[in-house]
C-alpha cells in the first residue's frame, strides 16, 4: 500500500516556475465611445502567455442622457457583453478568431452550457440569470460597476486553446456598440424608454486585458526554444463561434448559434 512505502523518493514538477497576471492597456486609453474600435497589444515576444486564462477587466458608470444614474435603468444579464458589437483576437496581425453580436452570442452560448456553481462564480462577470440578483449586485447607488470578464466566455479561441502562446504578437480588437439599448432594461416596464432622459448611456472609465505569464524552469526553457528555432508548425484548434440571425421571418425573430472547428 502506499501509506507504507515510507522510502518512496519525493518527486517535484518545477516545470512551472510562476504564474503572474500582468496587466495591458488599449492604445488610446481615455476613448471607449460608440462605434470605437478599441485594441490591445501584447508585443513582449520573449513572454510566455495564457490567454485562456486571460480576463476583461471593465469599470464604468450606467447614466442616463443627464448623465444621472436612476435605479430604473437596470444591466440585463450578461449586459456588459452587449456594449461590444464585436470582438477579434489576432495573432501577428492576423484574426484568428472573432464573434460579431458579441452580448448576443455569448449570451445564448451560456444558457446552454453553464450550470448552476458556474453562473454563480460568473456573477463578478455580469452573468446574473436571476434578474433580481443582477439588480441587487452590479451597480452601486452611484450606477458605478466593475467587472472581470473571462474571455473564454466571449470567444471560442479563449475556452478550447489552453495552451501558451510563444513569440508572436498578440492583439485584443473591440469595438462599441452603437449605443447601449440592448445591454439595459427599463425597471418594471417591459417597454424601452420613451424619454430622452431615460435614455441609458454607460460610460467605460478604464478597460484592462489581464493575461497570465508563465515563467518556466531552465529545461523547459530551452526546449522551448528549440521548438521556436526549428520554425516547426504549431496547431491551433479551438472552436470558432457565430452567430446567424434569420430577420425575414413575419413577425418571429429567430436567431440561430453555431459552432465550426478550426
Do not use: C
Not at 442622457?65 to 440585463?76: A, D, I, P, S
Not at 449570451?107 to 456553481?117: A, E, I, V
Not at 424608454?193 to 529545461?219: G, R
Amino acid at each position: 500500500m502506499d501509506i507504507l512505502n515510507v522510502t518512496e523518493k519525493l518527486y517535484v514538477d518545477n516545470s512551472i516556475v510562476s504564474t503572474e497576471l500582468h496587466t495591458y492597456q488599449p492604445l488610446i486609453s481615455s476613448k471607449f465611445d460608440y462605434n470605437d474600435e478599441i485594441r490591445i497589444p501584447i508585443q513582449e515576444l520573449d513572454a510566455y502567455t495564457l490567454p485562456s486564462e486571460s480576463l476583461l477587466y471593465i469599470e464604468g458608470a450606467l447614466l442616463n442622457n443627464e448623465g444621472k444614474y436612476t435605479k430604473k435603468l437596470k444591466f440585463v444579464n450578461n449586459g456588459i457583453a452587449f456594449l461590444f458589437r464585436e470582438i477579434r483576437f489576432e495573432l501577428n496581425g492576423v484574426t484568428i478568431d472573432s464573434v460579431r453580436n458579441v452580448g448576443l452570442a455569448s449570451t445564448l452560448k451560456g444558457y446552454l452550457s453553464f450550470n448552476t456553481n458556474e453562473s454563480i462564480k460568473l456573477q463578478n462577470a455580469g452573468w446574473f440569470p436571476d434578474r433580481k440578483e443582477g439588480d441587487r449586485i452590479l451597480v452601486d447607488d452611484n450606477g458605478k460597476f466593475n467587472v472581470s470578464i473571462p474571455l473564454k466566455i466571449l470567444l471560442g479561441f479563449f475556452e478550447d486553446y489552453k495552451k501558451i502562446i510563444l513569440n508572436m504578437k498578440q492583439e485584443l480588437v473591440l469595438i462599441r456598440a452603437s449605443n447601449d439599448l440592448d445591454a439595459v432594461f427599463f425597471k418594471d416596464d417591459t417597454t424601452p424608454p420613451t424619454t430622452t432622459v431615460e435614455t441609458p448611456m454607460v460610460s467605460i472609465d478604464k478597460l484592462f486585458w489581464k493575461i497570465p505569464h508563465i515563467t518556466v524552469d531552465i529545461p523547459q526553457q530551452l526546449a522551448l526554444t528549440k521548438i521556436l528555432e526549428s520554425n516547426k508548425e504549431l496547431l491551433i484548434g479551438f472552436r470558432s463561434w457565430e452567430i446567424i440571425e434569420y430577420s425575414s421571418l413575419p413577425g418571429d425573430h429567430s436567431s440561430h448559434m453555431a459552432s465550426k472547428n478550426h
